[in-house]
């Protein structure tokens, strides 16, 4: 069966049904509807699909299209929910309870028939963390209900009917900042943190702090400090606690409205209004006055000490767990850099095994891509932030006396999702999507040791085509791959009480953890022998410094990527295999696996002496990938007898 997929971007939603889908053996295309309808119609002839469905759709589909197909969207909202503003509004709302229905497309917005509808208990959280938990895994357990009966000849979706029991649900405007706004004066803090969590993600809640219009982000409730309703009363971790009427509430980031009407850089609270803070006073005039009070917090102590807080751990007899749920996975310089003393501080602890949980919606992204577009120096910026997660990972890597586990509740990018590698185990999540390559951003090579931990993990081949083809793969497929080596249940909650369970068990058997401790020093110092951290690191580092200083393709996509703007007008190659050539050959790039890769302008015209420097490129490549110190003599014996024949004069 043929399934092409036509979305507005390459989404969590989108990626999610991607992967189940070729999991599941189903021919899968991706089509990204970036507002051309001829370009949309000429994919959909090009891939000829039996069924389209559209996971997050912005832009309404072409009757031409969905008169000659079946075609099925998603629309996060219960059964008679209508509207493009459906989770935002039942979030602000405080609905109990919401759903996902998978409805046909019609030239009335969402009042197609409907084919799947499931329902949840509304949590109160942030719209992309429900948006990634709930409505994601309603929107898969829609997709396989549709899928069961999708050719049975006797099947008849829902027709939209507000009279029949269950439409619940109403046609909702837009959403707008009116609707959003937040008065200080008259709000509880549970009001608040709902509008605030209702646009989180996109677009915030548009405010107003010293005279600065900002987007409010990243909110937490507290239930200690109190104050004048709307003023800012403390700070911690960058992040600020405004006082409500009943309490107050910690806001993590901002994103200020420019003069032009755009959006800025979202960024920590603080860094945002760096400028427009209040000098601080010293503790004892603190006391006295209604100044800001600056909070510090306790790393060393076991515990979440404030809601914004965004690194803590917490020690369960033997066994230590590591959180750090950064906002949207991003981990900048500062961030790597707190987290590895806090790592480092827990390793000194009398644990056996230190877990790694990251956070329950993004694990990790790796660096942090905001912050380097917000530096003086981006390129300076993006520098110390690799560097700063390669020294974190190298802490990982060469922690010998315990065992270390990462623990992916979340999906993983780039460099995050190398880090979960670096860990002696990796226990996945049901439904974290990994995507584990960086060329996406404008061919950057990336670093935090993969070269040493992608092959070692799945081996050099498949290591180079996960880091080639640049596609998401399911927790189901980097289990079959080796990438993970469990996969658990794909609720959150008892995929943490099975983690702990898995942990307590590695730990209690003490010869089995001996022996485990015992192999994995053996295997990093052999490791060491063949080739050292420090190499892998280097060469790294080496193209990534290129990437940073050499040209402006990595500057130009993350530019693109913060301030959500592309010049893109068709769908990449790698996800429209209907836009393939058959045959094509596919050329490597300087993001590849493989180190040396061979460029046409390397030519010299010359086919003899082309055709030499290519077998060189070989034979280096070979060299590099070397997995013994047998292959390693043997391979560089063929490219000692490959430079002895060039150098050999020809007999006539």
């Not at 790039?589 to 390397?602: A, E, I, K, N, R």
């Amino acid at each position: 069966m043929r399934i092409l997929l036509i979305s507005s971007a390459f989404s969590g939603l989108t990626q999610r049904f991607y992967t189940e889908l070729e999991d599941a053996g189903y021919i899968v295309s991706v089509e990204l509807h970036l507002g051309d309808d001829a370009t949309v119609l000429e994919g959909v002839s090009l891939f000829k699909p039996d069924l389209i469905l559209c996971p997050f759709l912005t832009k309404r589909l072409s009757k031409d299209i969905y008169q000659n197909y079946k075609c099925l969207i998603v629309h996060p909202g219960i059964k008679g929910d209508r509207g493009p503003s459906s989770l935002d509004w039942a979030i602000q709302n405080g609905e109990p309870e919401w759903g996902v229905s998978l409805l046909e497309a019609a030239e009335e917005m969402d009042a197609g028939a409907i084919w799947a509808n499931k329902t949840f208990p509304l949590r109160q959280a942030t719209k992309s963390s429900i948006f990634y938990r709930e409505v994601t895994q309603a929107a898969i357990d829609c997709l396989w209900e549709v899928l069961t009966y999708f050719d049975a000849p006797d099947f008849n979706p829902d027709i939209q009917d507000y009279r029949k029991p269950g439409y619940t649900g109403k046609l909702q405007p837009s959403i707008k900042q009116t609707d959003r706004a937040i008065n200080w004066k008259t709000h509880k803090t549970d009001d608040i943190l709902r509008r605030i969590n209702a646009a989180d993600g996109s677009p915030g809640v548009l405010d107003e702090i010293y005279g600065t219009q900002v987007f409010l982000f990243n909110a937490h409730k507290d239930c200690q400090l109190t104050g004048k309703p709307g003023e800012i009363i403390a700070t911690a971790n960058h992040a600020i606690c405004r006082a409500t009427i009943d309490g107050a509430i910690w806001i993590g980031h901002l994103q200020p409205k420019l003069a032009s009407g755009a959006k800025g850089i979202k960024l920590p609270a603080l860094f945002v209004l760096k400028d427009l803070m209040p000098k601080t006073v010293s503790s004892l005039k603190a006391l006295l006055s209604k100044t800001i009070k600056p909070i510090d917090i306790d790393y060393s102590k076991p515990g979440r000490q404030l809601p914004c807080q965004e690194i803590w751990y917490e020690l369960d007899t033997d066994v230590a767990y590591l959180y750090f749920p950064f906002h949207n996975g991003g981990m900048s310089t500062e961030q790597c850099r707190l987290l590895l003393t806090v790592y480092q501080h827990v390793a000194t602890l009398p644990v056996k095994a230190i877990v790694l949980m990251g956070g329950e919606e993004s694990w990790s992204n790796g660096i942090h891509l905001n912050h380097i577009e917000a530096a003086a120096s981006p390129a300076d910026e993006s520098w110390l932030n690799i560097n700063a997660i390669d020294d974190l990972i190298y802490q990982i890597i060469t922690t010998l006396d315990k065992l270390t586990i990462s623990a992916v509740a979340g999906s993983a990018g780039a460099g995050g999702a190398i880090m979960a590698l670096a860990a002696d185990r990796v226990f996945a999540r049901e439904g974290v999507i990994f995507n584990p390559h960086y060329k996406n951003m404008g061919e950057l090579y990336g670093s935090e040791y993969w070269t040493y931990l992608l092959p070692k993990r799945v081996g050099q081949e498949m290591a180079t085509s996960l880091t080639e083809q640049r596609l998401p793969i399911s927790a189901k497929k980097a289990w079959r791959i080796g990438l993970c080596d469990t996969v658990l249940d794909k609720n959150h909650q008892i995929f943490t009480a099975q983690v702990k369970q898995l942990v307590n068990a590695l730990v209690n058997d003490s010869e089995a953890l001996r022996q485990c401790l015992t192999a994995k020093a053996k295997t990093r110092c052999y490791d060491e022998s063949l080739k050292a951290l420090a190499t892998y690191r280097k060469f790294e580092l080496t193209q990534m410094y290129a990437n940073f200083y050499g040209n402006d393709n990595y500057h130009s996509a993350r530019q693109n990527f913060v301030f959500k703007t592309s010049n893109d007008k068709s769908t990449p190659a790698n996800l429209a295999r209907h836009r393939q050539q058959e045959g094509q050959a596919k050329k490597l790039s300087l993001g590849s696996m493989y180190h040396f890769v061979w460029q046409d302008f390397y030519q010299m015209n010359d086919a003899l002496i082309d055709s030499q420097h290519q077998e060189l490129f070989h034979l280096a490549n070979q060299l590099v990938a070397s997995a013994s110190k047998e292959e390693l003599t043997s391979n560089i014996k063929l490219i000692v007898q490959h430079v002895t024949e060039l150098l050999m004069p020809k007999k006539n």
